[in-house]
């Protein structure tokens, strides 16, 4: 059974910074493409940043270009996203999501997996 749990949310005042984990199992984590995507009270689930298998190509939303920074390490099946320079728009449920390689992509449907998410409160 497929599993994907982050950690790491909570509340921080703009400006300031939190790195988001999410950790895999019960899949062949080498071989996913990884990705963050968020969710706004009142919104659409969006993509925020993805990373191939390899680790070696990084995708960003224009949104967070610059301040957020996405990272895999493989041996330990974990998916990380530091986030510095925090605004209160960057308030959201973080969600982790994987996707069996290929193409890496910005579509939240192209994503097999999941994680039950983690709020993240930017505060002014």
């Known amino acids: 059974q497929v599993q994907l749990v982050e950690s790491g949310g909570g509340l921080v005042q703009a400006g300031g910074s939190l790195r988001l984990s999410c950790a895999a199992s019960g899949l062949t984590f080498s071989r996913y493409n990884m990705a963050w995507f968020r969710q706004a009270p009142g919104k659409e689930r969006e993509f925020v940043t993805a990373?191939?298998?390899?680790?070696?190509?990084?995708y960003y939303a224009d949104s967070v270009k610059g301040r957020f920074t996405i990272s895999r390490d493989n041996a330990k099946k974990t998916v990380y996203l530091q986030m510095n320079s925090l605004k209160p728009e960057d308030t959201a449920v973080y969600y982790c999501?994987?996707?069996?390689?290929?193409?890496?992509?910005?579509?939240?449907?192209?994503?097999?997996?999941w994680g039950q998410g983690t709020q993240v409160t930017v505060s002014l």
């Open positions: 990373i191939s298998w390899t680790g070696g190509s990084t």
């Open positions: 999501a994987a996707r069996g390689a290929g193409a890496v992509v910005t579509n939240r449907g192209a994503y097999n997996y």
